[in-house]
């Protein structure tokens, strides 16, 4: 079979070659953005003070738009070029964002379709205005006017047009469709999906380690260290509810320990620190009335009076409070009666 000709009776190179074209999907989709509110603007500057609505002229005022930003894009390197003879330092001074050159193009777009009165009226300015044009976005998202996939069809093309130093498309060529098929299974701007189970998002392969460390749904080690996997979006949760390391101060706290320590050390720390729990819970419900000295000796007494598992379990200011009265109670009835509690458990008032 012969080889078609172009218009010009020549096969160009570029006829013959398969290119790849594929553009960073992430880049895509924000330019894609761009356009509703770029085009938002344009109809409704252009129909302020008239008998007109938006929606009267969103249709010709898109393609008008369309046309608009292919034009300047395809005219981008021209005009770069135009400033300087030297392509490759032009390519350096220029941006490396395809979005702040895109979205120039979209507010000149807008620009341009100003009538008279939104130049002259102080309308531009007003706070009508902007509520008018997001007013004017949501009716077409609404109404599916310019769908996702329609404009993310136009910001590849405008893409590949203005990304001089093509770091955010391949413009690989290729000799046949097959080894143009083999590339694509490796192009590092080939369209990938979420394997995380619940997460549907799809990205470019070069952005696929960044949407692995973000992923809302990927199940990861608990952050605190404790033994269970958590699904990201459901960390904070984990960590400030249910989680066995999560720190927490001592139930003792507010007489006077101010220890935090994770939430599975709490009987630990309770057990070693018991004296210390015993002597501040002392302090408060004795105030002014005995001295330190004495307050560890009575300490010591509820050492020896009460077994020390069931010392243990009084894991806060209440229990061990209520814990104390009861002991001096028991003091005082010793007293009393002339009996003390010591080392052999009891023994005459002598020298209390």
């Known amino acids: 079979m012969d080889v078609p000709e172009s218009d010009c ?27 509703i509110p770029g085009l938002a603007t344009a109809c409704v500057d252009n129909t302020t003070g008239l ?45 490396d964002e395809p979005t702040e050159i895109i979205s120039g193009f979209v507010d000149d777009f807008a620009s341009s379709k100003r009538n008279l009165f939104s130049r002259v009226s102080g309308w531009l300015s007003s706070e009508s205005r902007e509520d008018k044009i997001d007013d004017f976005v949501q ?26 130093k093509r770091a955010f498309h391949c413009s690989k060529k290729f000799d046949s469709a097959q080894q143009l098929a083999e590339h694509e299974t490796q192009c590092s701007f080939r369209i990938l999906g979420c394997t995380n189970e619940g997460c549907k ?49 001592c139930p003792f706290y507010q007489v006077g320990c101010h220890s935090a320590f994770p939430q599975c050390n709490l009987e630990k720390h309770c057990s070693e620190c018991l004296r210390s729990h015993l002597l501040y819970v002392l302090q408060v419900f004795h105030k002014q009335e005995a001295s330190v000295e004495e307050l560890r000796r009575r300490v010591q007494l509820l050492e020896k009076s009460h077994t020390l598992s069931e ?41 209390w």
């Open 9 to 35: 009776g020549f096969v160009t190179e570029s006829e013959l070659l398969f290119h790849c074209n594929q553009c960073d999907k992430e880049l895509v989709r924000k330019i894609a953005q761009l356009l």
């Open 201 to 249: 998002a799809k990205f470019s392969a070069i952005h696929a380690e960044k949407h692995d460390s973000e992923c809302p749904f990927k199940v990861i080690p608990c952050e605190q260290k404790c033994s269970e996997r958590i699904v990201r979006q459901d960390m904070d949760r984990h960590c400030i509810t249910i989680c066995p390391m999560k720190l927490v101060n």
């Open 311 to 351: 010392l243990s379990e009084a894991l806060d200011v209440r229990s061990l409070t209520l814990l104390s009265k009861v002991n001096d109670a028991n003091l005082v009835n010793d007293v009393r009666f002339g009996y003390k509690v010591n080392d052999h458990k009891t023994v005459t008032v002598d020298g």
């Open 51 to 95: 008998f007109k609505s938006p929606a009267s002229v969103a249709v010709v005022t898109r393609k008008e738009m369309v046309d608009y930003l292919k034009q300047r894009s395809q005219m981008y390197v021209t005009e770069a070029v135009g400033q300087g003879d030297d392509i490759a330092n032009m390519v350096e001074e220029f941006s």
């Open 139 to 164: 009716e077409m998202e609404t109404n599916l006017f310019w769908s996702i996939d329609r404009r993310e069809a136009i910001a590849e093309i405008l893409i590949r047009n203005v990304d001089l």
